[in-house]
């Protein structure tokens, strides 16, 4: 037996599979899922134990990171899995571990169903108003965003997407594009100038996205609304 775990044999061990899966899976789908993952790292033929625990803990510590961006507390989590320091007896077998992960994957999935439920809408607003006041900083991101409303990048925009059906990226496009065309309504302004107010350093860029989201570019745009002022 090895008393250490190869790095290249955990090099196919993909855990983001099931940090998606709690992400965005469906309750229904998630049994078919994590056995789908267990075949794919061929879990059931390993016959190092180390490695088993290895893969037991990253998945147990993936899922206790994820029930806290949902917000269980870890006391919640401990009391259903146990404490990390307490999942070594469960681990050492391979049904011990497949157990274990069919069961946390499922009651994050079901914790963030939940989530949804109570504080979609809230993320969806708190998201959109932290938007609207910082729209115009070139730098703005995701983790600034996520930060700011207080969950993880990944969570926060499989949320949006969720409840908006929009990605966040395309939503922070479209406001500043909303501004743009405010700011370009009836005025002089260079074209670079309204891209700089509102969060574009790239001139070439902030064009393209203007016409992408409305069929002309920002100096189509300006002379066609100058005709009408």
């Not at 490695?51 to 037991?56: F, P, Q, S, V």
């Not at 499922?106 to 939940?114: D, F, G, K, L, T």
């Not at 409840?163 to 406001?175: F, R």
Request: net charge negative.
């Amino acid at each position: 037996m090895s008393k250490t775990v190869n790095p290249e044999e955990t090099r196919h061990l993909d855990t983001g599979q099931i940090v998606r899966l709690m992400q965005c899976g469906a309750l229904e789908d998630c049994h078919e899922a994590v056995e789908r993952y267990l075949v794919q790292i061929r879990f059931r033929e390993l016959e190092s134990l180390m490695l088993r625990l290895y893969i037991g803990m990253d998945l147990y510590l993936a899922a206790q990171r994820f029930a806290e961006d949902v917000g269980i507390t870890g006391s919640e989590f401990t009391g259903l899995f146990g404490t990390i320091d307490s999942l070594s007896e469960q681990l050492r077998t391979t049904d011990g571990t497949t157990s274990l992960l069919h069961d946390m994957v499922e009651q994050c999935i079901r914790w963030r169903i939940a989530h949804a439920e109570e504080g979609g809408n809230n993320i969806v607003r708190n998201t959109k108003e932290f938007i609207d006041r910082n729209y115009m900083h070139d730098d703005l991101s995701l983790p600034q965003i996520a930060n700011a409303v207080g969950l993880s990048p990944s969570y926060l925009s499989a949320v949006f997407k969720r409840e908006t059906k929009q990605n966040l990226s395309d939503y922070l496009a479209k406001v500043r594009i909303q501004h743009a065309k405010e700011l370009l309504c009836c005025s002089g302004r260079m074209i670079y100038e309204v891209a700089y107010e509102v969060g574009f350093r790239d001139y070439r860029y902030f064009s393209q996205i203007f016409k992408k989201h409305t069929g002309k570019t920002p100096r189509e745009f300006q002379a066609l609304a100058n005709q009408k002022c």
